[in-house]
């Protein structure tokens, strides 16, 4: 297998370089020392730090697809279930100092950013879409007793899930995602006569 290129080593490093210290905690050099390239490359290949934070999103939605959403093997609020138990993982498995890259980068550059703001947004929206449309299933399948607007409910539950894994970085625990769990699959989504 032959060795990544310049402009896939950029964006691998960025990942982790915009995670870790923050796309305003961090300079070109910081991104080019992460990669191992020359400082010179960085702009051979991108305009500047805020098209390469928008490459690193896309790899970093591609690596955390929502596939997983639409798996129709199982029921689907289960399906949901796991989703953001595979997703809360990631969280854990960095010592609760990683949220999500979308959350994290949104909530840094947004104001600043204006082509990055409109990203995220349409991140957003994607993700809310796929969680409206399991909702949706479940509603209809009876699973889910909760009469309110599917789409509202999707943008809701990734609205808590924003906030859960935000509020993961601060108490370093389990705490979020068990109130997460419990407010939103044993209350908001869960079946008749259950709450």
């Known amino acids: 297998m032959g060795r990544p290129s310049v402009r896939q080593q950029l964006v691998d490093a960025a990942l982790d370089v915009f995670w870790t210290t923050g796309f ?5 050099q910081d991104l080019t020392d992460a ?17 390469l934070a928008l490459e690193a999103l896309a790899a970093y939605a ?8 639409r798996d129709s093997s199982l029921e689907p609020v289960e399906r ?11 969280v854990k498995d960095h010592g609760y100092q990683r949220g999500c890259f979308l959350g994290t980068l949104s909530s840094e550059i947004a104001d600043s950013h204006e082509t990055s ?20 299933e479940a509603q209809a399948a009876g699973s ?14 990734l609205n808590a899930w924003q906030g859960t894994v935000l509020r993961a970085k601060s108490d ?21 006569g259950t709450r």
């Not at 990669?35 to 098209?51: I, T």
């Not at 889910?144 to 539950?157: D, Y």
């Open 24 to 28: 305003n905690g961090s300079s070109v």
């Open 35 to 51: 990669a191992q390239v020359p400082k010179g490359s960085f702009y051979n290949h991108f305009d500047g730090k805020e098209a």
């Open 62 to 69: 591609q690596m955390h697809d929502l596939r997983a959403l």
């Open 80 to 90: 949901l279930k796991r989703d953001f138990r595979k997703r809360w993982k990631v």
């Open 117 to 136: 703001r409109a990203e995220f947004a349409r991140y957003f929206d994607l993700w809310s879409q796929a969680i409206a449309a399991v909702i949706a």
């Open 144 to 157: 889910v007793a909760t009469p309110t607007n599917p789409q509202a409910l999707g943008r809701f539950v």
């Open 172 to 192: 370093r625990g389990e705490e979020p995602f068990k109130d997460f769990l419990a407010c939103v699959f044993g209350g908001l989504l869960a079946p008749a």
